[in-house]
């Protein structure tokens, strides 16, 4: 495989808060990441850096091969959807689209016209009086028609409706189809991403905790209910990453594949397996470390829909 | 349509597979592309791309360069067989498991069998297709 972006020993630390504790990994050619973790575990960070819109406190960052510092050869190559873009204060859309179609080489005026009718935005508002969701589409449709060699969304779907979300994924996947790229999503929406992306990269607390195809994410943990003395020993060794109970019921999830023998043993046991989604899975590990992380996270959504 | 614990590209194989063995999609006609399956499911192109592989491994599906994918021939059979293998393993085993845990044998379950599996006839309403033994199902003392 031949990655797009190289991170290596990539630290960041604001004054006492470490974002990003000397992670290393890759992102390879072509294809569409889930990048997860909850608020606050370095995700805008991370992003920010690999588009040289901050610095590191040290580490090394590779993008094409090359250092992405003012280095307008690579950075016309990358598009960047932040969630919370600004704008100038009379800018419209049309005026952001303008401004687009002239740094991205690769921008489809069509692709975005069509993005444009689908999302019903007001192309002469200016972005100041714009929705929470139509600002929000103007970052998509600026994502998707720069058909940019690597696209980074970080949770381009604040106040998006469900409907035009749908748009987006669907969007996504089809313009994919046609014209692969390297596609960094960052969603809190798991179960909406978890089959469109390819990989999953985890970040939680500065940390790169998980890193691997979603096929493989999917099956790593499973779930078992039953009497929890039965349970405790046919798990034997296992590693639990939660557990419930129930007076003697127990629901215990935990990692490591099973056999067909083991699995007919524990059925043949009275236990009742059950796999585990991506969602569960991934809060059930971003939760273990960080109980109180984050006591932010709720003044984040009540923005959601906020008219701005 | 898309469940959990089965492995993405597994489920998609799957589906083709159906649409196979149904004739839906007949002998040496064009399968669906890569791209119409992930557009349809919704899933990542590289996943419908590996489910259709897996069944081009298993000579359900094969190339024709610059057209696409078709049917083999006899693909059906292959596939009917390769599930009747599996039908104990898939259905058979879980339902035995769910009876035995109700109190219910194999002789009962056979039976139920028999008594779903016939036609909706007219028959006279009083009598009551209730299942054969109900009564050792009710092991809970106290």
Same mark, same amino acid.
């Given at each position: 495989?031949? $990655?797009?972006?190289?991170?290596?020993?990539?630290?960041?630390?604001?004054?006492?808060?470490?974002?990003?504790?000397?992670?290393?990994?890759?992102?390879?050619? =072509?294809?569409?990441?889930?990048?997860?973790?909850?608020?606050?575990?370095?995700?805008?960070?991370?992003?920010?850096?690999?588009?040289?819109?901050?610095?590191?406190?040290?580490?090394?960052?590779?993008?094409?091969?090359?250092?992405?510092?003012?280095?307008?050869?690579?950075?016309?190559?990358?598009?960047?959807?932040?969630?919370?873009?600004?704008?100038?204060? =009379?800018?419209?859309?049309? *005026?952001?689209? #303008?401004?687009?179609?002239?740094?991205?080489?690769?921008?489809?005026?069509?692709?975005?016209?069509?993005?444009?009718?689908?999302?019903?935005?007001?192309?002469?508002?200016?972005?100041?009086?714009?929705?929470?969701?139509?600002?929000?589409?103007?970052?998509?449709?600026?994502?998707?028609?720069?058909? #940019? +060699?690597?696209?980074?969304?970080?949770?381009?779907?604040?106040?998006?409706?469900?409907?035009?979300?749908?748009?987006?994924?669907?969007?996504?996947?089809?313009?994919?189809?046609? *014209?692969?790229?390297?596609?960094?999503?960052?969603?809190?929406?798991?179960?909406?991403?978890?089959?469109?992306?390819?990989?999953?990269?985890?970040?939680?607390?500065?940390?790169?905790?998980?890193?691997?195809?979603?096929?493989?994410?999917?099956?790593?943990?499973?779930?078992?209910?039953?009497?929890?003395?039965?349970?405790?020993?046919?798990?034997?060794?296992?590693?639990?990453?939660?557990?419930?109970?129930?007076?003697?019921?127990?629901?215990?999830?935990?990692?490591?594949?099973?056999?067909?023998?083991?699995?007919?043993?524990?059925?043949?046991?009275?236990?009742?397996? #059950? $796999?585990?989604?991506?969602?569960?899975?991934?809060?059930?590990?971003?939760?273990?470390?960080?109980?109180?992380?984050?006591?932010?996270?709720?003044?984040?959504?009540?923005?959601?829909?906020?008219?701005? | 349509?898309?469940?959990?614990?089965?492995?993405?590209?597994?489920?998609?194989?799957? +589906?083709?597979?159906?649409?196979?063995?149904?004739?839906?999609?007949?002998?040496?006609?064009?399968?669906?592309?890569?791209?119409?399956?992930?557009?349809?499911?919704?899933?990542?192109?590289?996943?419908?791309?590996?489910?259709?592989?897996?069944?081009?491994?298993?000579?359900?599906?094969?190339?024709?360069?610059?057209?696409?994918?078709?049917?083999?021939?006899?693909?059906?059979?292959?596939?009917?067989?390769?599930?009747?293998?599996?039908?104990?393993?898939?259905?058979?085993?879980?339902?035995?498991?769910?009876?035995?845990?109700?109190?219910?044998?194999?002789?009962?379950?056979?039976?139920?069998?028999?008594?779903?599996?016939?036609?909706?006839?007219?028959?006279?309403?009083?009598?009551?297709?209730?299942?054969?033994?109900?009564?050792?199902?009710?092991?809970?003392?106290?």
């Amino acid at each position: 495989m031949n $990655p797009v972006i190289e991170v290596r020993n990539l630290t960041k630390r604001y004054k006492d808060t470490l974002a990003l504790d000397n992670v290393s990994f890759d992102i390879q050619k =072509d294809t569409i990441y889930g990048f997860l973790g909850r608020n606050g575990a370095g995700k805008t960070t991370a992003m920010s850096i690999l588009t040289a819109q901050n610095l590191p406190t040290s580490g090394q960052v590779r993008v094409f091969g090359e250092n992405p510092y003012e280095n307008a050869r690579v950075l016309s190559r990358m598009c960047f959807v932040r969630e919370s873009q600004k704008y100038p204060d =009379d800018a419209t859309p049309r *005026h952001a689209f #303008a401004s687009a179609r002239l740094f991205f080489p690769r921008w489809d005026q069509e692709l975005a016209d069509e993005l444009i009718d689908e999302f019903q935005l007001p192309l002469k508002r200016t972005i100041k009086k714009l929705s929470r969701g139509q600002l929000s589409a103007v970052g998509v449709i600026i994502g998707l028609a720069s058909r #940019a +060699e690597i696209t980074f969304f970080d949770e381009p779907y604040l106040g998006l409706d469900a409907v035009a979300r749908q748009i987006f994924y669907d969007r996504l996947l089809a313009d994919y189809a046609e *014209h692969p790229r390297t596609v960094l999503l960052s969603s809190h929406l798991i179960d909406e991403v978890s089959n469109l992306i390819e990989r999953v990269l985890v970040i939680d607390a500065g940390r790169i905790i998980m890193d691997e195809s979603t096929d493989d994410a999917r099956e790593q943990a499973t779930n078992v209910v039953g009497d929890a003395a039965t349970i405790e020993r046919a798990l034997q060794g296992r590693e639990v990453i939660h557990r419930e109970s129930l007076g003697r019921v127990a629901s215990i999830t935990f990692l490591g594949r099973l056999d067909d023998a083991e699995r007919a043993a524990l059925t043949a046991a009275g236990l009742e397996l #059950a $796999p585990v989604s991506l969602q569960q899975l991934i809060v059930r590990r971003t939760q273990q470390r960080t109980p109180h992380h984050d006591a932010l996270a709720a003044s984040d959504v009540t923005q959601e829909g906020v008219s701005r | 349509m898309i469940e959990e614990g089965k492995p993405l590209f597994v489920q998609i194989a799957e +589906e083709v597979e159906d649409s196979i063995i149904d004739g839906s999609i007949a002998e040496e006609a064009q399968a669906p592309s890569t791209n119409e399956l992930a557009a349809f499911y919704r899933i990542n192109p590289a996943t419908a791309a590996k489910g259709v592989n897996m069944l081009v491994d298993k000579g359900v599906l094969y190339k024709r360069r610059g057209i696409g994918m078709f049917v083999s021939p006899g693909a059906r059979d292959l596939l009917l067989s390769e599930r009747r293998s599996l039908f104990a393993l898939r259905y058979v085993q879980p339902l035995l498991a769910e009876a035995r845990k109700i109190g219910l044998g194999p002789a009962d379950v056979a039976d139920l069998i028999r008594v779903s599996a016939e036609p909706t006839t007219p028959t006279t309403p009083t009598t009551p297709t209730t299942p054969p033994t109900l009564e050792p199902s009710d092991r809970r003392t106290s």
